[in-house]
């Protein structure tokens, strides 16, 4: 059944993918494509580097010190890094000392063999905890703190910059150990490289000796990539796929003195192109479901389209069409008192490009930057938010059409993605309704976010961590940390292992409608078809107009036998509950909830749960 099932949602492609990279695995193929002996054989010299190529690609920098702002929050993470410590997925910091072996899991102590080719390597094993501890420091985005403080505060860290980079070469050889086990990890960490070759270009750390070994290691890094680019794209396609596909279609660019750059890029830009066409639905949305992997993408855009504008090598329309939509959608869902937005869909604590210091879950600084790269205006006025914006050079607007985004007002549906939202006056209601073409990572459908003045009132409980127990991954995966109804205590879909569901819930109407009172929505999905395949959930929202009321509404049919509940995750809002059916007062029950606010980190919340038969009526206020 699960063969069958697999084969059902992912298709052919996928499936014959997966079995023939098995196969390549077990026979010991994957280890004669990326061989561990690599070597760049046509160096050019260090002095020639510095003269000849980095003229063009150095821009990502521009003069705009402000001597008024207040640092003091980058030279406090600036001293905390130089002394052995790093932030985790924008959330804790934690200690790995001075001499740091890059291999070990700081969250349980585990050691990987760094002998063993990645291919040999797993990223899900028990024992090791989650690989993700190990690839952070790795990804090396904690250099672009550094380079930013030695910009505002006139320093050098450049022997600290280029002996890291070093000691990494020397405990991570080409294609052994876990930190060669991800290519989107390979590419990030070539990313942030290149920013730091440019940045300390003429520094005396920056040795002969430390370039032959860089280059070195660069020229396997975007080997690796390119030969195993299909796995992102065919067996993942997610961000993953975005950011390696970016990465090859920049490689001429950052590193034209490598020759087969030429066909990498070539190759590369078709790929970024098919992926940018397809993951970002014709209405903005995107296809994992994610508010934070949708800006991993916005920040990717920005880089990408600003570089290649940059030495006038623009890419094809429908990566700027589909730019600007993605923006406008993640700027809707934008809380305008913090930059926050619901906490919806998988979040891994990944902001790869750090370029200011405002709080993780602050979606602004890259907002800005790529609306500033299209339209040639600020998205705020708070220069805060326009630091980021020059770091990737971008001092004025592309040759572009597009006008200046604003928030809409009223009821908005985004069809393709699933998604509607209510915008009035100082509150913002988030409606998931959706079909799954591409694989959903939660089961979340119908889930509703509540937000007053900025404030989370009614949420999402977040992700934790992609490797944890099987309660954790039941919970925050599933249903039962949704505001949606569960049925029999299980989530929607039925759960497969790691990020695989079977018997994907699809959206089959979905209406929206304005009166002189209320903002309405009406949605059917198909869901717990694994129960009863004719099981169908339908969910009325209405939302008075200028007041803190919402009506819900819920009906299940084909699911009689079966347990009911309607679940609010609430914590400490001040939120009256007026439930009922069949005109029967139904009171309320506490149940489990947590919150993941930061990858990582979890808190107790609270929760209340309605249990019902087949309708319930729902009346939410909030009294602040």
């Not at 069958?4 to 997966?18: A, D, E, P, S």
């Not at 003091?72 to 052995?84: M, Y």
């Not at 960490?189 to 920056?206: I, M, P, T």
Request: net charge neutral; glycine share 6%.
């Amino acid at each position: 059944m699960n063969i069958l099932q697999i084969y059902k949602n992912m298709g052919t492609r996928y499936f014959i993918y997966r079995v023939h990279h098995e196969i390549e695995k077990r026979l010991g193929l994957l280890k004669r494509k990326h061989p561990t002996d690599l070597s760049f054989s046509n160096h050019i010299s260090l002095e020639q580097w510095r003269n000849e190529y980095t003229v063009n690609n150095a821009g990502f920098l521009i003069n705009f010190k402000n001597q008024e702002r207040d640092f003091s929050v980058l030279e406090e993470k600036a001293k905390r890094i130089l002394a052995g410590e790093l932030e985790f997925f924008n959330a804790e910091w934690l200690y790995l000392g001075k001499g740091y072996n890059w291999i070990t899991n700081p969250s349980n102590g585990y050691v990987y063999d760094a002998n063993k080719h990645w291919s040999e390597i797993q990223d899900i094993l028990e024992i090791a905890g989650d690989i993700k501890y190990v690839w952070e420091k790795s990804r090396f985005s904690w250099l672009l703190t550094l380079i930013r403080y030695d910009y505002y505060f006139e320093k050098d860290l450049s022997e600290f910059v280029f002996s890291e980079i070093e000691s990494w070469i020397d405990h991570n050889h080409i294609n052994k150990g876990p930190n060669w086990r991800c290519s989107q990890e390979i590419s990030l960490r070539l990313f942030n490289w290149y920013f730091a070759l440019n940045y300390y270009k003429d520094s005396a750390a920056l040795t002969e000796n430390r370039w032959e070994k860089i280059i070195n290691v660069i020229y396997a890094s975007f080997h690796h990539v390119y030969t195993h680019i299909n796995f992102s794209r065919i067996a993942v396609r997610n961000n993953h796929a975005i950011t390696e596909t970016l990465c090859l279609s920049l490689s001429e660019i950052l590193f034209p003195f490598i020759s087969e750059t030429k066909k990498w890029a070539k190759q590369g830009r078709k790929w970024f192109e098919q992926e940018i066409a397809y993951q970002i639905y014709d209405d903005g949305t995107f296809l994992q479901f994610s508010m934070n992997y949708h800006r991993v993408v916005i920040q990717l855009l920005t880089f990408g389209i600003s570089i290649t504008e940059r030495v006038g090598k623009p890419f094809s329309n429908v990566v700027y069409d589909k730019a600007y939509k993605s923006l406008n959608f993640l700027y809707q869902c934008t809380q305008d008192e913090n930059g926050w937005l619901p906490n919806y869909g998988s979040n891994d604590g990944a902001l790869f490009f750090p370029w200011s210091d405002t709080d993780y879950r602050d979606y602004r600084p890259q907002l800005n930057s790529l609306h500033k790269l299209l339209t040639g205006k600020n998205l705020y006025a708070d220069e805060l938010f326009s630091i980021e914006l020059n770091w990737w050079g971008i001092s004025k607007k592309i040759d572009t059409h597009y006008p200046a985004l604003h928030k809409i007002q009223g009821i908005i549906e985004y069809p393709i993605g699933g998604y509607i939202l209510i915008c009035d006056q100082n509150t913002f209601t988030f409606i998931r309704c959706g079909s799954h073409k591409d694989r959903p990572a939660q089961a979340d459908n119908l889930h509703i976010d509540v937000w007053v003045a900025g404030k989370n009132i009614l949420r999402d409980s977040g992700t934790y961590k992609y490797n944890t127990t099987q309660e954790n991954l039941n919970y925050f995966m599933g249903t039962q940390s949704h505001n949606t109804v569960v049925v029999n205590g299980q989530s929607q879909m039925l759960k497969g292992d790691r990020f695989i569901w079977y018997y994907w819930t699809q959206k089959e109407n979905s209406v929206i409608a304005e009166t002189e009172d209320c903002y309405t929505f009406n949605g059917v999905i198909k869901g717990y078809s694994f129960l009863n395949e004719e099981a169908r959930i339908f969910r009325e929202v209405r939302k008075v107009k200028g007041k803190l009321i919402w009506f819900v509404t819920d009906e299940i049919i084909g699911l009689d036998s079966y347990e009911k509940q309607q679940i609010w995750h609430i914590d400490d809002n001040p939120i009256e509950f007026v439930v009922s059916e069949n005109n029967t007062v139904l009171e309320p029950g506490n149940i489990v909830s947590f919150d993941s606010k930061y990858y990582g980190v979890i808190e107790t919340g609270k929760a209340i749960s309605f249990p019902f038969k087949k309708k319930i009526e729902t009346k939410l206020i909030v009294r602040l």
